[in-house]
């Protein structure tokens, strides 16, 4: 029998062995999870989308806080899904004479700017200088507020998220002198930074404010609360920051205020959820609405904003008590006109409606 030679041997073991790893390399990319990733609709999208970092996170609907122009205010809302602009709507818009014109040209236009950009970075609509500012102010404020909720939503299950900073915009106060509007941060239960939104201006109020402001920020930081001084020659003005700053408290979860924990507590956080909706423009003014919702229900509603002075007063009075009792008997906005109060019905349901939206309800 012919014997085999050894180099012979070694040369066809050499050449299985590269045809084993020929075969090997032909089969991987279809079994690499980087490559089949990437040939669908996994990391790579997402990644794309979100570079710029002025996107909005999450999903659901938020509506930014009301921008004060010179022309009237400005309010926008988005909705949000896979943490991609879907929608963008005003809430709030100049009206009235000339403004309803560039209104009806510029609102469309933004709208579509901000889906196409998926931020705040678009381009003012030429002629509607003012409007267009505001819109952006307000449009940075809902996706502000949209990468907040992303981010508390994404720390839940790990306890983490909680103790990052949160930034929370009060409701707006109206003093007799304008509105005050404070925002927060929060971290660990803490307030850790404090600003004002809002605040009167305009003749000698530039003064009082450029005075009071910083005084009432840094009170607000060192208390951890909203039970802070008034700040002497500016009374109305501490009124209504302390008014926005609680808001932004309550919002915030933060009412522990200097360490109780209270804002890290997960299961307290869902428990309870305390939400404002848009503000309704009505005939004889602005409606706006406050519900807490635990456990899918509606347990408390109460008005932000109503309709004031003259008969408007009388009216408020009778109607605003019988639309919350109502809310919270419903659990939902699909209640009954108060009679005599058609106007602050039609706009509290709006703006419940839009709370509701917002808690998810």
Same mark, same amino acid.
Do not use: F, M
């Given at each position: 029998m012919r014997k085999s030679h050894p180099v012979r041997r070694v040369v066809l073991a050499s050449a299985a062995t590269v045809s084993g790893v020929v075969l090997l390399l032909s089969l991987k990319p279809s079994s690499d999870p980087g490559s089949a990733s990437a040939a669908g609709n996994g990391a790579v999208p997402p990644a794309a989308s979100a570079q710029g970092g002025a996107q909005a996170a999450g999903t659901g609907m938020v509506t930014g806080d009301a921008a004060q122009t010179q022309y009237g205010a400005v309010q926008v809302r988005l909705t949000v899904a896979g943490g991609k602009i879907t929608k963008a709507e005003t809430v709030q818009a100049p009206k009235g004479g000339q403004s309803d014109q560039i209104t #009806?040209?510029?609102?469309?236009?933004?709208?579509?700017? %901000? *889906? &196409?950009?998926?931020?705040a970075n678009i381009d003012a609509v030429s002629g509607a200088t003012y409007?267009?500012?505001?819109?952006?102010?307000?449009?940075?404020?809902a996706i502000d507020k949209a990468n907040a909720t992303a981010d508390t939503g994404s720390g839940g299950s790990g306890g983490g998220g909680s103790a990052q900073a949160k930034t929370v915009t009060g409701d707006v106060a109206n003093t007799?002198? =304008? #509105?005050?509007? %404070?925002?927060? !941060?929060? #971290?660990g239960g803490k307030i850790t930074k404090a600003e004002t939104v809002q605040a009167p201006k305009g003749g000698q109020s530039d003064q009082i404010t450029a005075n009071a402001v910083p005084k009432l920020n840094q009170a607000a930081v060192a208390a951890g609360t909203a039970n802070i001084?008034?700040?002497? =020659?500016?009374?109305? !003005?501490?009124?209504g920051y302390k008014e926005s700053l609680q808001s932004a408290i309550d919002k915030a979860g933060a009412t522990g205020g200097s =360490?109780? =924990?209270? #804002?890290?507590d997960?299961?307290?956080?869902? $428990?309870?959820?305390?939400v404002t909706g848009s503000v309704a423009q009505t005939q004889y003014g602005p409606v706006q609405v406050r519900v807490t919702v635990a456990g899918g229900k509606i347990t408390k509603a109460?008005?932000?904003q109503t309709p004031k002075g003259?008969?408007?007063?009388?009216?408020?009075?009778?109607? *605003?008590?019988?639309?919350?009792? &109502? &809310?919270? $008997?419903a659990g939902t906005a699909d209640i009954d006109a108060v009679s005599g109060a058609t106007y602050t019905s039609a706009g509290y349901k709006e703006s419940l409606q839009s709370a509701l939206d917002q808690a998810g309800g």
């Open positions: #009806a040209n510029a609102v469309p236009k933004l709208n579509q700017a %901000v *889906v &196409a950009a998926q931020g409007t267009s500012t505001g819109y952006k102010q307000s449009l940075q404020s007799q002198y =304008g #509105a005050v509007q %404070v925002r927060v !941060t929060v #971290a001084d008034a700040v002497s =020659g500016a009374t109305y !003005t501490s009124a =360490g109780s =924990g209270a #804002a890290q997960p299961g307290a956080s869902q $428990a309870a959820k305390t109460e008005a932000v003259g008969q408007s007063d009388q009216i408020t009075a009778n109607a *605003v008590p019988k639309l919350n009792q &109502a &809310a919270v $008997a």
